[in-house]
């Protein structure tokens, strides 16, 4: 585990001349995603950057003015040779990696394939074409939820998640990337952990969790919690593009509050369950497609996984705008106008398709 701890957090020397300051050309794979759809839509408006290469299934959501799609399915077995021809024919100078899921589904093997395996593909391809920075995101779940955390969780805490093939995966594609980093010093690889993060846009187990009419919790645990604002996890990957850090930054918001509270500020009723009675009743739900995680996921509204910002705010200069407490209301103010139908119709990248098995990045 030592290793692997020192391998993830480690922090190398930046290299500013990684790559020429000429106007830039980005990849950006999970395009018709949130996540990558945003990034895009952020670089589009900087005239630093000259072109964006925009790589998913499908097509984004939005007009990018700069970009240029490319069909690329991360879970095919030619992936890599087709990223790497991509890479090479326009010239590309940083790759932005976001083909994740942002909630858990239940064909494990369709998302191993498209993470890990798909990380993989990404950074032979990367390699293969001697682009100079990567920057991926990834998130604090993989630190996992331990009754032994400390208050707050460094950049070079162990990643011990567990209980979940998808929790196991975000932590082999954190060592992925440190061995791409170890392998190629000269290079940046800049990962990102957010927190939970909430906000009108985004979809992911944490915004389905804090919408549902009533909300169960362990009983007998309380812990404390942070969430970060969709508005500031892109701000916090803008960041790392447009400037080059290479290392590992955990992105939060600021302050945080006990579970019991975020719930009280929210208005939800929420019911306490045994954890004898809990764990094995949302397993049941899962396998039937009643619920919105397994229940290795109830770890995380059960025991401590606070991440400390300090290391972004010193090198990346990132602070967030928006505290834990201010993230939540204001994530449950657009909540209750989308129910009231004053906000208009979702966006399509916000349709709920977790079970589908060919279902589109997000």
């Not at 950057?49 to 939005?62: F, K, S, T």
């Not at 070079?156 to 196991?168: C, T």
């Not at 190629?184 to 952990?193: A, G, I, K, S």
């Not at 397994?294 to 010193?314: K, M, N, Q, T, W």
């Amino acid at each position: 585990e030592k290793k692997q701890t020192e391998s993830s957090g480690a922090r190398t020397p930046t290299a500013k001349s990684a790559r020429p300051r000429e106007r830039r050309v980005v990849a950006v794979t999970g395009a018709a995603g949130f996540l990558g759809g945003q990034t895009l839509k952020l670089l589009d408006a900087d005239p630093r950057y000259e072109r964006l290469v925009m790589m998913d299934v499908r097509r984004p959501r939005d007009p990018i003015a700069k970009g240029k799609f490319f069909k690329v399915d991360l879970t095919e077995p030619s992936a890599d040779a087709m990223i790497a021809d991509i890479l090479a024919q326009e010239r590309v100078d940083t790759m932005v990696h976001c083909a994740f899921l942002q909630s858990p589904v239940v064909e494990t093997s369709y998302a191993h394939e498209l993470e890990s395996i798909g990380t993989l593909y990404v950074l032979n391809a990367v390699a293969e074409c001697d682009v100079p920075k990567i920057v991926v995101p990834s998130t604090t779940l993989a630190y996992g939820a331990l009754p032994s955390n400390p208050n707050f969780l460094e950049e070079d805490a162990p990643l011990q998640a567990a209980g979940y093939r998808m929790l196991q995966d975000r932590v082999e594609i954190e060592r992925q990337l440190a061995r791409h980093r170890k392998k190629h010093p000269d290079r940046v690889v800049t990962v990102l952990r957010p927190c939970l993060t909430l906000g009108p846009n985004v979809v992911n187990f944490t915004t389905r969790y804090m919408s549902q009419p009533v909300l169960y919790r362990v009983m007998g645990h309380d812990p404390l919690m942070q969430f970060v604002h969709e508005e500031d996890v892109l701000r916090a990957m803008k960041l790392a593009i447009d400037e080059d850090h290479s290392g590992v930054y955990n992105v939060v918001g600021r302050g945080v509050l006990p579970l019991s509270t975020l719930l009280k500020l929210a208005g939800k009723p929420s019911v306490p369950l045994p954890a004898a009675v809990l764990y094995p009743m949302i397993d049941a739900f899962w396998v039937a497609q009643l619920s919105i995680t397994p229940s290795a996921y109830l770890d995380y509204i059960r025991y401590l996984f606070v991440a400390d910002g300090r290391r972004a705010a010193e090198e990346l200069g990132f602070e967030a705008k928006f505290s834990t407490k201010e993230t939540l209301l204001n994530f449950m103010g657009v909540l209750r106008l989308k129910r009231f139908h004053l906000l208009g119709e979702e966006p399509s990248y916000a349709k709920d398709r977790l079970h589908q098995r060919k279902r589109r990045v997000l």
